[in-house]
Nanobody, 123 residues
Framework: QVQLVESGGGLVRAGGSLSLSCVSN????????MGWVRQAPGKERELVAA????????QYADSVQGRFAVSRDTDKNMVSLQMNDLKPEDTATYYC????????????????WGQGTQVTVSA
């Protein structure tokens, strides 16, 4: 069974940057997206960023457009998220995922999820 392991969360001041990484211990299917979902306390999960296997398709939440950048290394089964100009509202647990359909991701029985990494942005 494929497992995803995230790293790189932490505490940063507003305006700062953090980089998250997620590595799979197995091969991710060629038609699968990888990316990041976040959830803040008391809020619904939000798709932050996703990238297709070849990197041709990237999708971002409006709230992070222009500040976050997702990248993928298919040889290393890795997806990364560079987060710049962080804001307190970016505070959340960030989860890495792999799935073949972004429209059903949040309710998918087939998606693979990481354990989550905490990002905290202080004012």
């Amino acid at each position: 069974q494929v497992q995803l392991v995230e790293s790189g969360g932490g505490l940063v001041r507003a305006g700062g940057s953090l980089s998250l990484s997620c590595v799979s211990n197995g091969r991710i299917s060629t038609d699968y997206y990888m990316g990041w979902v976040r959830q803040a306390p008391g809020k619904e999960r939000e798709l932050v960023a996703a990238i297709s296997r070849g990197g041709a398709i990237k999708q971002y939440a409006d709230s992070v457009q222009g500040r976050f950048a997702v990248s993928r290394d298919t040889d290393k089964n890795m997806v990364s998220l560079q987060m710049n100009d962080l804001k307190p509202e970016d505070t959340a647990t960030y989860y890495c995922f792999a799935d073949n359909n972004l429209s059903t991701l949040m309710h998918s029985d087939w998606a693979t999820w990481g354990q989550g990494t905490q990002v905290t942005v202080s004012a």
